[in-house]
């Protein structure tokens, strides 16, 4: 076992999902171990194949010592959210996922990058700066590492949410969240502008990222967290005006934010001769200008990873409506056999699904790639970007008319959905519906 590693002093939180804990190692920048391993080979041997090894990091299980995980949920009761307080941290989970800090730059997270391969990529973007608004101020050196953490959410529009609706799930579901008071206002961000990869449309998305972030953005410096939602230390205009402060060095403009959302529309929407253009519907209630809906402005080249999470989350092509039905069949099927039940679990699943026509579908193995295909699909419309962004230089140093940054793009939060997750999803796509009739 690797003491060094595994010093409780060492290591920090930084967020949490249903039903895990992200640690980050200072020095960098609950689960049964079969389980754990399941997941890892989920993410590793189907999603990283689909989305591309160069954006899903590796991942490899270790052994906790029941001390440090006991450590670890004392150090990071008081920086957890209030929500989240309600679940316990389970001192007998002896196993966790170590990966590469995606907060960083690949090769420059040293710890876990010293133990298990990064295979990310470092890309170059530049900025044209106006020389006459430059200001002389003083900046951090070593630069920082900025990591902007966007979580998309579904690019496109299934059943029921296709015609006549002609709205997302997303912004739908807003209001109801805002009636049961999750949120205490709709979000000004739509997923379907994010992945149309029409500039305009793009940084409408970003735009409506940073005035209602939700848990749809966060932005972090030096892996700590500096800009979420969630932040009960400050206020949103009090963290906006810290974002500004802290970015003015290395980001141009009277408002550096803006100059952020600018640089970040251009990675999300940088395109190559082998990516054809593509048609996005508009959704309803996004907040992009409709006097500017053209038939151009439905069409654009997202970057390709925005493109393959498209595609993957495509593979849902029936929608709740399609899917319960299927579910329901498979479900009874199983009860009647339990010798399928290891079927639950989707260990045959692979990376090049079969086509499953409705011919088709009138038995159990039938109905298990269309399930399997819509709980990939489910996987993709849950995951996180991770955009690890750092500047050359600052303002005041620059020797040209132009700021370069480093930046490498990542996602994470690829794990497996279950497929109880069937009739979650069918009942929760119920109730949208029933709030936004209800409403209109």
């Known amino acids: 076992m690797d003491t060094e590693l595994f010093c409780s002093s060492r290591w920090k939180y930084r967020g949490e999902g249903h039903s895990s804990l992200v640690l980050f190692h200072t020095e960098e920048g609950k689960a049964r171990e079969e389980i754990m391993e399941y997941q890892r080979d989920f993410m590793q041997k189907i999603m990283r194949p689909l989305v591309g090894e160069r954006y899903v990091p590796r991942q490899r299980i270790v052994s906790l010592p029941r001390d440090f995980v006991e450590k670890m949920s004392e150090r990071t009761e008081k920086e957890r959210p209030r929500n989240r307080l309600v679940k316990v941290i389970n001192s007998d989970a002896c196993v966790g996922l170590l990966m590469p800090d995606v907060c960083f730059l690949p090769g420059l997270s040293s710890k876990a990058s010293d133990i298990i391969a ?82 305009c449309r793009v940084q409408t998305a970003l735009r409506g990222l940073l005035s209602t972030p939700q848990n749809n953005l966060r932005v972090f410096q030096d892996g700590k967290c500096l800009f979420a939602e969630d932040i009960e230390s400050s206020s949103p205009l009090e963290q906006l005006d810290k974002l500004k402060s802290v970015l003015r060095p290395f980001f141009p403009g009277e408002d550096p934010t803006g100059s952020l959302m600018t640089i970040l529309s251009r990675i999300l929407t940088e395109s190559s001769s082998s990516l054809s253009t593509h048609s996005t519907p508009i959704c309803k209630q996004s907040a992009y200008n409709s006097s500017e809906n053209t038939a151009a402005n439905n069409t654009g080249s997202p970057c390709s990873l925005l493109r393959k999470l498209l595609d993957i989350q495509q593979y849902d092509r029936l929608g709740s409506p399609g899917m319960f039905p299927l579910y329901s069949k498979l479900k009874n099927d199983c009860t009647a056999q339990p010798d399928d039940h290891v079927s639950w679990k989707m260990d045959l699943m692979e990376p090049h699904l079969h086509s499953t026509t409705e011919d088709e579908v009138d038995g159990t193995n039938s109905v298990l790639p269309e399930i399997e295909r819509y709980l990939l699909a489910a996987t993709a419309k849950d995951c996180s970007i991770m955009i690890a962004l750092r500047p050359q230089t600052s303002l005041g140093q620059l020797k040209t008319n132009q700021i370069s940054y480093d930046y490498s793009l990542s996602v994470v939060d690829l794990d497996s959905k279950g497929v109880w997750r069937v009739e979650k999803y069918h009942e929760e796509d119920a109730e949208i519906l029933q709030a936004f009739i209800s409403s209109a």
Not at 120 to 148: G, K, S, W
Request: hydrophobic residues 30%; proline residues 11%; glycine residues 4%.
């Open 118 to 199: 990064d295979d990310r990529v470092i890309r170059q973007i530049r900025m044209d700066v106006d020389e006459t608004n430059l200001m002389e101020l003083d900046a951090p050196h070593p630069y920082p590492t900025f990591c902007i953490e966007i979580k998309p959410k579904c690019g496109f529009l299934p059943p029921p949410y296709d015609s006549p609706l002609r709205s997302c799930k997303f912004c739908l579901f807003q209001r109801l969240k805002v009636k049961r008071g999750k949120w205490k206002r709709v979000s000004e961000y739509c997923p379907l502008d994010l992945f149309s990869g029409n500039t």
